[in-house]
T-cell receptor
Framework: DAGVIQSPRHEVTEMGQEVTLRCKPI?????LFWYRQTMMRGLELLIYFNNNVPIDDSGMPEDRFSAKMPNASFSTLKIQPSEPRDSAVYFC???????????????FGPGTRLTVL | GENVEQHPSTLSVQEGDSAVIKCTYS??????FPWYKQELGKRPQLIIDIRSNVGEKKDQRIAVTLNKTAKHFSLHITETQPEDSAVYFC?????????FGTGTSLTVIP
């Protein structure tokens, strides 16, 4: 397996533009997580899905952020409109659960470094 | 939810010495505790983990201990090397969600 795949790896955009980040989880994993990492706030959970259903989106900063998981192999995180304070590294991660026959381990993608000017 | 606290936030050790990072958690329903290493500009990488039915686990120079009664777990790195320098995160998994500590920046001085 190629691991968790994210695209783009780097994104530079201007304030007010729409940004879409993409993630392909590890095949067979039924949990998908979106995190944001900054120096000031560390690693923050934005939202996570189980079997393509959003379970907890309490970490999504505001209505400008939205996430979807239309199928088991693809998820998007969208920011519209983007603001400079959204600049961060966004990680996607996936896992399964031992209780459901998986392994519990969570693996991170390489991240998308977003810069909003 | 769950609250994971991690200490210290920074740690400097001489090469060859041991390093210990400690975490506490609040919810006894948490049952899986991974540790991640993150080098500058890279993704967090799982280095060792432990489940709630185990008290200790070791992998070469790295070990993790878990005290369920006290709700704390620790990462031990022996014979530290410069390449161990990184940020280390602990986490606790409760049901499906992972709760992360705030990270420890470890510097190994040659």
């Amino acid at each position: 397996d190629a691991g968790v795949i994210q695209s783009p790896r780097h994104e530079v955009t201007e304030m007010g533009q729409e940004v879409t980040l993409r993630c392909k989880p590890i095949s067979g994993h039924d949990y998908l997580f979106w995190y944001r990492q900054t120096m000031m706030r560390g690693l923050e959970l934005l939202i996570y899905f189980n079997n393509n259903v959003p379970i907890d989106d309490s970490g999504m900063p505001e209505d400008r952020f939205s996430a979807k998981m239309p199928n088991a192999s693809f998820s998007t995180l969208k920011i519209q409109p983007s603001e400079p304070r959204d600049s961060a590294v966004y990680f996607c991660a996936s896992s399964s659960r031992r209780a459901s026959g998986g392994s519990d381990e969570q693996f991170f993608g390489p991240g998308t470094r977003l810069t909003v000017l | 939810g769950e609250n994971v606290e991690q200490h210290p936030s920074t740690l400097s050790v001489q090469e060859g010495d041991s390093a210990v990072i400690k975490c506490t958690y609040s919810d006894s329903a948490s049952n899986y505790f991974p540790w991640y290493k993150q080098e500058l500009g890279k993704r967090p990488q799982l280095i060792i983990d432990i489940r709630s039915n185990v008290g200790e686990k070791k992998d070469q120079r790295i070990a993790v201990t878990l005290n369920k009664t006290a709700k704390h777990f620790s990462l031990h790195i022996t014979e530290t090397q410069p390449e161990d320098s990184a940020v280390y995160f602990c986490a606790a998994r409760k049901l499906g969600q992972f709760y992360f500590g705030t990270g420890t920046s470890l510097t190994v001085i040659p």
